[in-house]
Nanobody, 125 residues
Framework: QVQLVESGGGSVQAGGSLRLSCAASGRRFSTYNMGWFRQAPGNEREFVAAITWSGSNTFYADSVKGRFTISRDNAKNTVYLQMNSLKPEDTAVYYC??????????????????WGQGTQVTVSS
């Protein structure tokens, strides 16, 4: 079992930055690929970024590439999402996710094993 708790959300003006954190508890965090998704009202949950268990590879949605950076610290059981140059369209609830199968992040998010409870990010123009 892996429990995920997000933090770091809030309100910011367009062009600003936020850093989300996702703290994991449970065993074997370092064996899990980690990712971030977001869901705006009326929209489906969408992929934002993912990082492999070792941290050696990262993946991003086109909409955030060059602005967001995902990273992890396996010693602290934590994954981060640094969000720069925020836009109003980035407004959403952001969810942390964990799974040992990386392909689920892009192709089968409904089968991802673990999710956090979400943290709200609001970007005003």
């Amino acid at each position: 079992q892996v429990q995920l708790v997000e933090s770091g959300g809030g309100s910011v003006q367009a062009g600003g930055s936020l850093r989300l954190s996702c703290a994991a508890s449970g065993r074997r965090f370092s064996t899990y690929n980690m990712g971030w998704f977001r869901q705006a009202p009326g929209n489906e949950r969408e992929f934002v970024a993912a990082i492999t268990w070792s941290g050696s590879n990262t993946f991003y949605a086109d909409s955030v590439k060059g602005r967001f950076t995902i990273s992890r610290d396996n010693a602290k059981n934590t994954v981060y999402l640094q969000m720069n140059s925020l836009k109003p369209e980035d407004t959403a609830v952001y969810y942390c996710a964990a799974d040992q199968v990386m392909s689920k992040f892009s192709a089968n998010k409904g089968r991802i094993d673990y999710w956090g409870q979400g943290t709200q990010v609001t970007v005003s123009s």
